[in-house]
């Protein structure tokens, strides 16, 4: 069936180090891809989406590519900050037959001063 | 503009008691879904809706209740809580669109708590 998977966390950075952080997934036909992030005390936010192959989203310095070939959609940011330190959600959504939203476990970022 | 507001934020049950989570929307969403967030697991799906009088099964239904009687309106029954319920509740919403999901609408969330 349909699937996401995501690193575990968590994940500790020193402030303007790079950030990876690498997601998967499993899915028929063409889903859309997500990248949710929460932070503490608050809902899911969407935070960059992709729709097809090749795609690459972006918001607030964070981008992730549609890798159609090897099924990946890896968030990355050049240079993180300390409010960049939330939990970070991979998704997707399928309409091949019925709407499914898919979610991976999450990865929690910290990142330090 | 208020988005997915969900209500109460915060609750403590005694187990076997009953309750409702209210989810409200305004942004004429057809599907509307209901998550529980549990450390380690990320989001499980409850229930979900594609429009008003339609709802299906999630992932983890048993032992909560759904309706959709309105587009703006999905309410959360939990029948009888049990201490396995305490968690995170998320009430989500979106556009439907074919040919391509788009993205999710968040509440804030409500924090459960069964003694």
């Known amino acids: 069936g349909d699937s996401v998977t995501q690193m575990e966390g968590p994940v500790t950075l020193s402030e303007e180090a790079f950030l990876t952080i690498n997601c998967t997934y499993t899915a028929t036909g063409y889903p859309s891809l997500f990248w949710y992030v929460q932070y503490p005390g608050e809902g899911l936010q969407l935070l960059l989406k992709a729709t097809k192959a090749d795609d690459k989203g972006s918001n607030k310095g964070f981008e992730a590519t549609y890798r159609k070939e090897t099924t990946s959609f890896h968030l990355e940011k050049g240079s993180v900050q300390v409010s960049d330190s939330a939990v970070y959600f991979c998704?997707?959504?399928?309409?091949?037959?019925?709407?499914?939203?898919?979610f991976g476990t999450g990865t929690r970022l910290k990142v330090l001063a | 503009n208020a988005g997915v507001t969900q209500t109460p934020k915060f609750q403590v049950l005694k187990t076997g008691q009953s309750m409702t989570l209210q989810c409200a929307q305004d942004?004429?969403?057809?599907?509307m879904s209901w998550y529980r967030q549990d450390p380690g697991m990320g989001l499980r799906l409850i229930h979900y809706s594609v429009g008003a009088g339609i709802t299906d099964q999630g992932e983890v239904p048993n032992g909560y209740n759904v309706s959709r009687s309105t587009t703006e309106d999905f309410p959360l029954r939990l029948l009888s809580a049990a201490p396995s319920q305490t968690s995170v509740y998320f009430c989500?919403?979106?556009?439907?669109?074919?040919?391509?999901?788009?993205?999710?609408?968040f509440g804030d969330g409500t924090r459960l708590s069964i003694l």
């Open positions: 942004m004429n969403h057809e599907y």
């Open positions: 998704a997707l959504a399928t309409t091949s037959g019925t709407y499914k939203y898919i």
């Open positions: 989500a919403s979106s556009r439907l669109r074919t040919g391509g999901g788009l993205p999710q609408h």
